[in-house]
């Protein structure tokens, strides 16, 4: 078999059509088309069914398109390693979090990075849209959801609990809530998405209990959110790590500590997209990341007050 064909073949599937990947390649249509129909010959098996509207993979081309994505990134991987030799570690990253998570708790893992790799240029988003990674040509994507989409790749890094918080003065005049029914007869200040209808999930003991939300206060920005809660103008509803040296200082109280609450997810994911080469500095800023987060999640989870 042909490797350059194979990588062509690669190519062809990624592009999802003939014609956009003659034109990535800088090759012609014809061209394209004999090269596959060549593997194809050497194969002995069709790879793709072709019509004028759309491609779409046979049972053995996709297994041919597995083992060629491997088998090409391997290879890339030599061509870099080969490169980087005795060199410093360079490259580019995109990497797009969400907007509280990547504040309040990514930002200083990125500038220790820095340090460590001065010549890896970062390009950093911050995002609460799930979105498409192939459409923004994001490398990576930190997200906060329940479970992560089956097309791509997930690591699971920490979990993420909500807290519902009030200053002593707030809980003083309008008592805390007692269930998560009394949420809807106070005014509550949370995070909010544009286009979705907001949700909690309580957890409690083997029972699922979810509420629709009525905010009078919603932001995507936690850090005004936490200074709204403080000023007193309302019951919070935000991730424990928002608020966690608050409650220790004994700034805010928290209600309903026997429940488990979530509002856009309980779980913490690294993702990328499956096939895509993942250069060096890819691979190493997923490692930090990885490490840094699970790091964060053990010592944050031995403080039982950022955690009630």
């Not at 129909?37 to 297994?63: A, C, D, I, N």
């Not at 491997?70 to 410093?88: D, L, P, Q, T």
Request: charged fraction near 25%; proline fraction near 4%; glycine fraction near 6%.
């Amino acid at each position: 078999m042909d490797l350059n064909a194979l990588a062509l073949f690669v190519d062809i599937v990624k592009a999802g059509n003939l014609s956009l990947a003659a034109r990535n390649l800088k090759m012609s249509r014809a061209n394209v088309s004999y090269h596959l129909t060549q593997l194809e010959k050497s194969v002995g098996q069709q790879l793709l069914r072709r019509t004028t509207r759309r491609m779409e993979l046979t049972e053995v081309g996709q297994r041919v398109y597995e083992h060629g994505s491997a088998i090409r990134n391997e290879w890339e991987a030599v061509r870099e390693s080969v490169a980087m030799f005795g060199k410093a570690l360079h490259g580019s990253v995109r990497l797009s979090m969400p907007t509280g998570f990547g504040h309040l708790v990514m930002s200083p893992w990125l500038i220790e990075f820095k340090r460590q790799y001065p010549d890896i240029a970062l390009e950093l988003l911050f995002d609460n849209q799930v979105g498409d990674l192939l459409r923004d040509e994001v490398d990576l994507a930190v997200r906060v959801m329940s479970e992560p989409p089956p097309n791509l790749i997930a690591i699971e890094l920490a979990r993420v609990r909500y807290v519902l918080c009030a200053t002593p003065a707030f809980i003083d005049v309008q008592g805390l809530p007692q269930t998560l029914d009394d949420l809807a007869r106070q005014p509550l200040i949370t995070s909010a998405v544009s286009g979705r209808e907001l949700k909690v999930t309580g957890y409690q003991g083997d029972e699922r209990h979810e509420r629709t939300l009525h905010p009078t206060l919603a932001s995507e920005n936690f850090q005004f959110l936490r200074e709204a809660v403080l000023a007193g103008l309302g019951l919070g509803l935000v991730p424990d790590y928002v608020v966690a040296q608050d409650v220790v200082d004994g700034r805010l109280v928290t209600a309903l500590d026997d429940w488990r609450l979530s509002v856009f997810g309980s779980r913490l994911h690294l993702l990328r997209m499956p096939g895509r080469y993942q250069t060096l500095a890819t691979r190493t800023l997923i490692d930090f990341i990885v490490a840094r987060s699970r790091s964060w999640a053990t010592s944050f989870s031995r403080d039982p007050s950022a955690t009630r």
